[in-house]
């Protein structure tokens, strides 16, 4: 799992005199007269400095302000007249541990509070007194400053943004599209990320990827630490933040928060979802000859101390959960699960299963060192439908190694003075797949949750590294034997396409002088058959990514009939078990996780796919069989891709409508003079087809620009096909 709460506040620079906090918890004191403001008042702004951290740092000081906005857990305070210079803030955050007696527009005094950076954010804490003034020291209450520009695309948000740390704010009204969805957190925090309309055009599809930083650059975050209410949204939704109050600018506090500005908007402002994106995102049913394996990440489906407690909770999250295998997944024959809590969770999760859908499942699992946790158990799983699967062998398959990476220790699981790699080993399981292919297909699927993100990254990538060498050679064991073994590797991988734990699984480990053997495949990644649009998994502030995976081994490629990413999750709010927080009115499969499931469509003997580019967005593309008869339709994605996968070899012609502008070049033919575009295409068995139209804007004839794209018709193993990198 993934978890993207704040970390904890680390004790060493939290540990606070029972004074300390006394007088968090305490009414602010009796205002001084003037004259005893103390003679060491060091103003905010020389506290914030004029550069990312306070010149200051570990020194008690004494300052005041006007309080702009007041947390849970501290205030925000602003100097009364600020410096007048632009590179230094005039506001800061005061850190109290406990809710602070404060109210938002009292003046107040800070006495020996210490400077810190805390995540690279300054802020006062532990103050020794708080003192309340009179009003008139700090004036008849500090104005806003006015916020331009907002973050923008290929703009650094710092050099935007740091100025006004701390600081109460004033903008304009904004209209946003939401790129992360409404994200609440336990400690009541609740976010949204978007990005404004305007800007939208320079996104390359309309969708942040964590891949492109200068997008990622024109994220703006809304957070409601003050008591803004905050909508549930969906990604793509159009989203208007105003105040109540008709031409009144909107105002917020600019907090910064593990590595990104947040909006946090005062109470009053109207945070309004003007239009829904709507999904309309469908797995399709297996066909006739073909089967689906699945990798779904349940989130945190257990009964720890930190999950789903309450018994009503746990049944009805099962049944979340099982709708969306039922729905969402269409009932897919095969399923790894990540972050079931215990065994009997997914022996749970599979009766669930079966009683929504009708069809029998049974579950895998065995315990490991992370189900032992009393707070957050997880384990890896598996469930299979017993009508189609029959379970030979399986076995969580540890690795022991010299490096301590604070797994549990289990008692006989490792030699002396080895220690386990993984807290939730990879489930290895041996299967046969019955289907009207006729002798059972062999399959062994490896189920994998590798080390998170979360903490420190030069450790974390190093564990997953060693994961995905130990992983890798459980198949290069299985291919020494039976070098066309079937054998998938799925699940959350927590990496991404192309960083060094998820290459270890594609290539193999690297020798001892950083290299690989030359041309070597160990496994095929089947997101190398997806439009670099649909590579994402999970979106964290703001930015999709991919983290789960779905890898085979050559031997299965021949074999490969469709990818699918099921965008149930990523895209939506998590909706709890009990109906709240996720979209009105959507169906109960969306926003069951925060993770999309995979889904891999095999077809034993022989598996054929088209992957296209109309090199327009949105355009309407047939399929038609060798008799004109439409056997499936679908719309290319913002960049033009589009797909179509599971078909039989054979003779098949692609039918584009054309915008009326659109001139469609050879070897596109064009009939009876219609806006309807036919390419007549030869689909091979095992093979990928890979269409991409060249176009010419009619326009250009009048001496308007042209609009000429690449072409290219052609036939590839798939093994090499797919888009071109996002």
């Not at 990440?297 to 009964?303: E, H, I, P, W």
């Not at 008692?411 to 289907?435: E, H, K, T, W």
């Not at 009207?436 to 062994?444: A, H, I, M």
Request: net charge negative.
């Amino acid at each position: 799992m993934i978890s993207r709460l704040p970390a904890p506040r680390p004790l060493v620079i939290r540990i606070v005199l029972v004074s300390a906090l006394w007088l968090a918890a305490s009414p602010a004191a009796a205002a001084p007269a003037p004259s005893e403001l103390p003679e060491d008042l060091i103003p905010i702004y020389l506290i914030q400095g004029d550069g990312p951290s306070t010149p200051l740092p570990q020194k008690r000081v004494t300052t005041f302000g006007l309080v702009s906005g007041v947390q849970s857990n501290g205030f925000y305070l602003q100097d009364p007249t600020g410096d007048g210079d632009p590179r230094s803030s005039d506001g800061i955050f005061v850190y109290t541990s406990s809710a602070p007696r404060v109210n938002a527009g009292e003046c107040i005094l800070v006495g020996g509070a210490e400077a810190t950076e805390y995540y690279e954010k300054t802020e006062l804490t532990t103050p020794r007194s708080l003192k309340k003034l009179s009003i008139d020291l700090c004036g008849d209450g500090s104005l806003p400053t006015p916020l331009a520009p907002l973050p923008a695309p290929n703009v650094d948000p710092e050099s935007l943004l740091e100025r006004f740390e701390g600081m109460l704010v004033a903008f304009e009204e904004l209209q946003g599209v939401v790129q992360g969805p409404t994200k609440r957190f336990s400690n009541g925090n609740v976010e949204i990320a978007l990005i404004a309309e305007r800007a939208l055009p320079f996104v390359r599809g309309g969708r942040v990827f964590q891949s492109n930083p200068d997008d990622a650059a024109g994220l703006i975050f809304l957070g409601n630490g003050l008591g803004a209410e905050l909508p549930a949204a969906a990604w793509g939704d159009l989203v208007r933040v105003r105040t109540a109050e008709p031409g009144t600018p909107v105002r917020a506090v600019i907090d910064y928060s593990f590595g990104k500005y947040l909006l946090l908007l005062l109470p009053g402002q109207e945070i309004e979802v003007l239009s829904r994106h709507g999904s309309n995102d469908e797995t399709a049913q297996s066909a006739a000859g073909a089967f689906r394996v699945c990798s779904f990440n349940v989130l945190g489906l257990g009964r720890g101390l930190d999950q789903l407690r309450n018994a009503t909770d746990y049944e009805a999250a099962l049944r979340q959960r099982a709708q969306a295998i039922a729905s969402g997944l269409q009932n897919c024959e095969i399923v790894g699960l990540q972050e079931t809590g215990k065994p009997e969770d997914a022996e749970n999760l599979a009766r669930a299963l079966t009683e929504i859908s009708g069809l029998d499942y049974s579950a895998v699992a065995f315990a490991g060192p992370g189900t032992a946790s009393r707070d957050f158990p997880l384990t890896n799983s598996l469930l299979v439908r017993d009508d189609r699967v029959t379970v030979l062998n399986a076995e969580n398959v540890q690795a022991c190694t010299r490096f301590s990476f604070s797994v549990r220790l289990v008692p006989g699981q490792c030699p002396a003075r080895l220690l386990p790699l993984f807290s939730r080993p990879p489930l290895v399981a041996d299967l046969l797949v019955r289907g009207p292919w006729g002798e059972d297909y062999p399959l062994t699927v490896v189920v994998n949750h590798w080390r998170s993100k979360r903490g420190d990254e030069t450790v974390n990538v190093v564990h997953r590294t060693l994961q995905a060498e130990h992983v890798a050679s459980i198949v290069q064991a299985r291919l020494d034997t039976d070098p066309y073994a079937h054998i998938v590797v799925l699940g959350d991988l927590n990496d991404f396409e192309m960083s060094r734990p998820v290459e270890t699984l594609r290539y193999g480990p690297e020798d001892a002088d950083g290299a690989r053997e030359p041309e070597r495949v160990l496994l095929w990644h089947a997101f190398d058959a997806l439009p670099p649009q649909d590579r994402y998994t999970y979106i964290f502030n703001g930015g999709s990514q991919t983290l789960d995976h779905l890898l085979l081994t050559p031997g299965m490629v021949p074999d490969f009939a469709g990818m699918d990413i099921a965008h149930i999750n990523a895209d939506f709010p998590i909706a709890q078990p009990g109906g709240t927080g996720g979209i009105p009115g959507l169906s109960p499969e969306y926003g069951s996780s925060d993770h999309d499931p995979l889904v891999l469509m095999v077809r034993p003997g022989g598996g054929a796919w088209i992957a296209g580019n109309a090199q327009i967005p949105n355009t309407p593309v047939e399929l038609a069989d060798s008799g004109g008869t439409v056997i499936a339709r679908t719309q290319s994605d913002a960049l033009g891709e589009f797909r179509f996968f599971d078909l039989r070899p054979g003779a098949y012609s692609l039918h584009f409508a054309q915008l009326e502008q659109v001139m469609l070049l050879q070897p596109a033919d064009v009939s009876d003079g219609s806006s309807m575009a036919v390419l007549q295409v030869e689909v091979e068995k095992g093979r990928a087809t890979i269409v991409e139209f060249s176009a010419r804007d009619r326009r250009a004839e009048a001496g308007a620009a042209s609009a000429l794209f690449s072409i290219l018709y052609g036939s590839e193993s798939a093994g090499h096909a797919g888009a071109s990198d996002p």
